[in-house]
């Protein structure tokens, strides 16, 4: 009989490690251990060719993208166009756009020229301010570098720096300023003098026209200013010297100088719609007028010498010697610092066109970049009004006020006074009196500015003829802007950020502004201008400071030195 519990199954209850000895169990374990440790090995190499392999991958990949934005060897020389707004900040660019396309019956999302190449903001502080001048803000574009309020193409010590303009000259390349202001006013002259302070206009056109120590540096100058170049011995001459610099500048090579549009046109006609350089225009004794006054006849547009300028600098540059120029919305900032809405405007719609007419030349010319910013902003703009502080104010955009304005406030300013001076031996009290009131109503509000509602405590207070001009002219100002239901903070500048505009021949692809997307320090935008062009402004500084002793006034003698100051009382700054 077979016993069933004898044949219950082997190691049916026994542990399984019964059957191994120790020494077995050891070497078992030893052997585990080592498999263990190749997989961890295995995987540790495999993670580490991984990081090698994604880090080659990357560094090569910077490698090419660096290659292709920071290092070149053009075929051909650069064009560099330096656009400056000046005193055209954010609300400005809205107001500029809202009222072109309400005269232009378009919608609101219809862009302006300058709305479709924004790419990022510029800071604007000085070195001794948050809010700057034109004359440092152009200072950190020209020489890359922030300077103090006042300083023209010098550092915080007031020692002279090398300018973009200048050094691109020393490399064989055009140069061109084209501005709306004098020539000699603070943002040209960064680009082309060397003074510590922006009134000694007088001294910048003795530099301007090559007479310190790099020489003639401007092949091109077209603007206002005319009267820092005459002599004292001519009527409205602005210097205090009877240096004659219309005829010094020849010496420098200047044989082309004009003062109208008549004599522009003509040079124009005879060398093929081109100027000869160098060429100088001095279209105005001051700043040249705001564009809605502006006399055709007398003065080109500042799209016109945009122009003219972009068409002979390609011409002239027959080796490919490249240009750098800039141009200038000068009296945009006039406009604003005089609280005057329709100046303000009229200058920014005449900048518009402007930059159209530099995209195109962009757009149809291989390696060629604009840059497009403002040095500051100006009155503290606002669209938006509340003229009582007790009541909530109403949201309202009435642009039809700025259209019936037919005048600048600067010049209805000048005209009152004018009336004034000249009407002052009108015999009988009440007849000068209702002859002034008559002018005012007539001529200064209602066909000047468009007002046909004038209050009697309007018409009275420009009747007086003991006003002083700022008043006449901020009274003017702000009576249309409260109109229009548009405000101001200041007449003079603030110290918001503002807007920064570029755009590149497809030549140089894409990635080529990619060094000015964002939020930068203006100085930022002359060191962009100076890798592009592959400038040494180092080198151009060492020449000036080299030879300063005999040619620059530093901060000491400008301080008690006889030197030509600026005759100019004027809010544009």
């Keep these: 009989m077979v016993n069933r519990q004898a044949s219950a199954p082997l190691l049916a209850n026994e542990d399984p490690r019964d059957s191994f000895d120790d020494q077995e169990r050891e070497l078992l374990m030893q052997e585990s251990r080592k498999q263990i440790s190749r997989e961890r090995r295995r995987m540790c190499l495999c993670l580490g060719l991984a990081v090698v392999l994604a880090s080659a991958a990357a560094i090569t990949t910077t490698y090419l993208l660096t290659k292709s934005t920071t290092t070149f060897t053009p075929a051909r020389n650069r064009n560099v166009i330096m656009m400056v707004s000046d005193g055209f900040g954010p609300a400005s660019q809205t107001y500029g756009r809202s009222y072109w396309q309400y005269l232009n019956n378009q919608t609101e999302g219809v862009k302006t020229s300058l709305d479709e190449i924004l790419i990022g903001a510029s800071r604007t502080r000085s070195s001794d301010s948050l809010v700057t001048d034109s004359a440092a803000g152009a200072t950190a574009f020209s020489c890359a570098m922030k300077s103090y309020n006042a300083a023209i193409g010098v550092d915080p010590n007031g020692d002279p720096c090398g300018t ?32 510590v302070h922006r009134d000694m206009e007088a001294d910048i056109a003795v530099q301007q026209i090559g007479d310190y120590p790099l020489g003639r540096q401007v092949d091109l100058m077209l ?18 010297d009877d240096r004659d610099l219309i005829k010094e500048s020849k010496g420098y090579g200047w044989s082309n100088v004009v003062f109208n549009q008549a004599e522009f046109k003509e040079l124009l006609e005879k060398n093929d719609h081109t100027l ?19 006399d055709r006849d007398l003065e080109p547009a ?65 390696d060629t970049i604009m840059i497009s910013t403002s040095d500051h902003e100006t009155g503290g703009f606002t669209l938006g009004l509340q003229p009582d502080p007790n009541t909530y104010p109403d949201y309202l955009w009435r642009p039809e006020v700025i259209e019936r304005a037919k005048a600048s406030t600067e010049i209805l300013t000048r005209d009152l006074i004018l009336f004034h001076t000249s009407n002052k031996d009108i015999q009988g009290q009440g007849s000068r009196r209702r002859q002034t009131h008559d002018f005012v ?63 590149s021949s497809v030549q140089n692809g894409n990635r080529i502004l990619d060094r000015l997307r964002g939020n930068h320090e ?13 400038l040494d402004l180092p080198s151009i500084t060492d020449k000036l400071v080299k030879t300063a002793d005999k040619w620059f006034k530093p901060k000491p003698k400008f301080a008690t030195a006889a030197f030509s100051h600026s005759l100019h009382e004027e809010t544009g700054h």
Excluded at 327 to 338: F, K, L, P, T, V
Aim: charged residues 20%; glycine residues 8%; proline residues 4%.
């Design 164 to 195: 973009v303009l200048e050094s691109a000259k020393q490399n064989g390349m055009l140069t061109g300023l084209v501005v709306t202001s004098r020539v000699t006013h603070a943002t040209p002259a960064a680009f082309s003098a060397h003074v």
């Design 276 to 294: 000869p350089l160098p060429t100088m225009g001095l279209f105005h004794p001051s700043h040249m007028n705001f564009n809605i006054d502006r």
């Design 522 to 534: 203006n100085t930022e935008i002359g060191d962009y201008m100076s890798w592009y062009l592959q």
């Design 302 to 366: 500042l799209n016109e010498m945009a122009t003219v300028a972009l068409r002979t600098l390609k011409k002239r540059s027959v080796n490919g010697e490249g240009f750098f120029l800039m141009i200038e919305g000068s009296r945009i900032d006039m406009g604003a610092h005089n609280n005057d809405p329709v100046a303000h405007v009229h200058e920014i719609l005449e900048y518009h066109k402007t930059i159209q007419v530099v995209r195109d030349f962009v757009a149809n010319n291989p």
């Design 441 to 503: 109503q007539k001529e200064i509000l209602e066909k000047g500015l468009g007002i046909t509602d004038a209050s009697e405590d309007e018409i009275e207070y420009l009747s007086n003829a003991e006003a002083i001009p700022n008043d006449i002219l901020r009274f003017l100002g702000h009576a249309i802007s409260r109109r229009a239901n548009l405000g101001w903070t200041t007449m003079g500048h603030t110290g918001v950020d503002v807007n920064l505009y570029a755009a």
């Design 223 to 240: 603007g206002g200013g005319r009267c820092f170049f005459l002599p004292n011995t001519t009527e409205g001459s602005c210097r205090l």
